[in-house]
């Protein structure tokens, strides 16, 4: 592993991003880290983000798709492994360092996932963030990480298919702060009250997919 892409899909927070971009550095492991946010309908932050130094990539979607799409649009063009995260999240000193030291000794062939443990979030799927190998990444069609029909909670479908597998290792050492609404105070804005409109019609899709044993990406 020679480059490291961290994407993150982001609408209207500019403050909350900027402050989880502060967490990320520019190397871990001797391994260079390419920051990509995604702009979701969010022409401000994408005109703001072009003169921020520390982010190397913007994308901005014009039409407001929720994060799945943001993120597949970035799955697609990684040429080796990735992180995928969200703007309400600090990662802790040194997680992403041992997240790419676990990748490197366990899968280093690029076929693994290392998950990240969410420190005040005991209910999140190990893979809500994710280090994912190249080769892993390539079982997808077109590199797509998250099944498409999803609008933001698609993560659970690469735990299942990461440990039907064996490969997946959920790393508890790489520890991530989630400002999530039902935890911190103050923090509900318009991403969440999307993801809470949309979070039953997920589950409902995942449901029954998990019914029929599909799993994105196990051909």
């Given at each position: 592993m020679k480059?490291?892409?961290?994407?993150?899909?982001?609408?209207?927070r500019l403050e909350k991003l900027q402050r989880c971009l502060k967490t990320i550095p520019k190397k871990a492991e001797g391994v260079e880290i390419i920051i990509t946010v995604v702009c979701d309908?969010?022409?401000?932050?994408?005109h703001e983000l072009i003169?921020?130094?520390?982010?190397?990539?913007?994308?901005?979607?014009?039409e407001h798709s929720g994060s799945v799409y943001c993120r597949n649009l970035v799955t697609q063009t990684v040429e080796d492994a990735l992180i995928y995260g969200v703007d309400d999240i600090e990662f802790l000193p040194g997680s992403i360092e041992l997240a790419v030291k676990r990748m490197k000794t366990l899968f280093p062939d690029g076929d693994g996932v290392v998950g990240f443990n969410y420190v005040n979030g005991p209910h999140q799927s190990k893979t809500a963030t994710g280090l994912v190998g190249q080769k892993f990444l390539r079982r997808?069609?077109?590199?797509?990480?998250?099944f498409p029909k999803y609008y933001h909670f698609s993560c659970q479908e690469i735990e299942r298919l990461?440990?039907?597998?064996g490969k997946l290792h959920f790393e508890e050492n790489?520890?991530?702060?989630?400002?999530?609404p039902i935890r911190t105070e103050g923090n509900m804005d318009e991403t969440h009250n999307d993801g809470r409109k949309m979070r039953k019609q997920d589950r409902h899709l995942s449901s029954m997919r998990r019914a029929k044993d599909f799993i994105w990406g196990n051909s």
């Open positions: 480059r490291l892409d961290l994407i993150i899909p982001t609408r209207n309908g969010d022409p401000k932050t994408a003169r921020n130094s520390s982010v190397d990539r913007v994308y901005f979607v014009r997808y069609p077109q590199r797509k990480l998250f990461a440990t039907k597998l790489a520890k991530i702060f989630h400002h999530s």
